[in-house]
Nanobody, 126 residues
Framework: QVQLVESGGGWVQAGGSLTLSCRHS????????MGWFRQAPGKEREFVAG????????YYLDSVKGRFTISRDHAKNTVTLQMNSLKPEDTAVYYC???????????????????WGQGTQVTVSS
């Protein structure tokens, strides 16, 4: 059984930083892409960032480019989202997700991701 476990959420003032981590476990886990999504109250879940697990290529939501960095660590089975210069509009529940399908590009739609973490709250105050 595949499990994704997030950690690192919390509260921060605008301009601050947080680091989210997602560790995956389970036998026969095979992921092409690891991604982070977020969902604010009353809004749909949206793609934030993704990384190709093997190649290391990345893709970001336009509004987080230059502020967020996604990276992966094969040895630790972990993907990390470093979030800097946080804004109140970044407030949401953040979810880690895994897409096991080999695709030409990193998928940005939630229904492309088979496995999901439980979510971690990020709150940015103004």
């Amino acid at each position: 059984q595949v499990q994704l476990v997030e950690s690192g959420g919390g509260w921060v003032q605008a301009g601050g930083s947080l680091t989210l981590s997602c560790r995956h476990s389970g036998r026969n886990f095979n992921s092409n892409t690891m991604g982070w999504f977020r969902q604010a109250p009353g809004k749909e879940r949206e793609f934030v960032a993704g990384v190709n697990w093997n190649a290391g290529t990345t893709y970001y939501l336009d509004s987080v480019k230059g502020r967020f960095t996604i990276s992966r660590d094969h040895a630790k089975n972990t993907v990390t989202l470093q979030m800097n210069s946080l804004k109140p509009e970044d407030t949401a529940v953040y979810y880690c997700a895994a897409d096991p399908v080999a695709r030409r590009d990193i998928a940005v739609t939630a229904n492309s991701y088979f496995y999901w973490g439980q979510g971690t709250q990020v709150t940015v105050s103004s």
